[in-house]
């Protein structure tokens, strides 16, 4: 069974600044398979990016999502209030027939 | 608009049963991969099962399967959770979404399980 370790645990910035979350695999996976979400306090996840680098619909071009086999970035080019949020990496195991997701990383104010 | 809204949460008791709803509507649900994915208080995601179209295919995670039971009604839009024998660990916001290549689109706003005597 695939595992997602995200890093940091916690990321404490400021708006205007860069975010660079982290996803990695404990083996090589299919980039295609690959997603992020952001779940706000007190709402349902929200799907940012698929396919391991794909903006969801509606996702402004701030996010980006890049990365292949066990390592994989999402990155916010500039923060705004509104991105402060729980973020989490997701991947669909072809061969189990099913989801894993990271445990999370934390992205609040400083 | 895609909506997908829950129902059927509370509180049971351990060993209880409890079943939960999702209604779909803004898109053709029969061509769509449905899923439920669950989120303990203060904890992280966790997938808990999904069903295909026709309902051809089913799987669950390993720690659910036999307690748990996915099903859908396309003529009613309506995706399914039977969940049997409760345990206080299945306390957690019991998500509907929608499943599209390999990711979740869209998610209903949750239904609260509470396992607790």
């Known amino acids: 069974e695939i595992v997602l370790t995200q890093s940091p645990g916690t990321l404490s910035l400021s708006p205007g600044e860069k975010a660079t979350l982290s996803c990695r695999a404990s083996?090589?996976?299919?980039?295609?398979?690959l997603a992020w979400y952001h779940q706000k306090p007190g709402q349902a996840p929200r799907l940012l990016i698929s396919g391991a680098s794909s903006r969801a619909t509606g996702i402004p071009d701030r996010f980006s999502g890049s990365g292949s086999g066990t390592d994989f970035i999402l990155t916010i080019s500039r923060l705004e209030p509104e991105d402060f949020a729980v973020y989490y990496c997701?991947?669909?195991?072809?061969?189990?027939?099913?989801?894993?997701f990271g445990q999370g990383t934390k992205l609040e104010i400083k | 608009q895609v909506q997908l809204v829950e129902s059927g949460g509370g509180l049971v008791k351990p060993g209880g049963s409890l079943r939960l709803s999702c209604t779909a509507s803004g898109f053709t649900f029969s061509n769509y991969y449905m899923a439920w994915i669950r989120q303990a208080p203060g904890k992280g995601l966790e997938w808990i099962s999904y069903?295909?179209?026709?309902?051809?295919?089913?799987n669950f995670a390993g720690s659910l399967k036999g307690r748990f039971t996915i099903s859908r009604d396309d003529a009613k839009s309506s995706l399914y959770l039977q969940m049997n024998s409760l345990r206080a660990e299945d306390t957690a916001v019991y998500y509907c979404?929608?499943?599209?290549?390999?990711?979740?689109?869209?998610w209903g706003r949750g239904t609260l399980v509470t396992v607790s005597s």
């Open positions: 997701q991947y669909y195991d072809n061969s189990l027939l099913g989801y894993t």
């Open positions: 069903i295909s179209t026709s309902s051809t295919y089913t």
């Open positions: 083996q090589s996976v299919t980039t295609s398979s």
């Open positions: 979404v929608r499943e599209n290549v390999a990711t979740f689109d869209y």
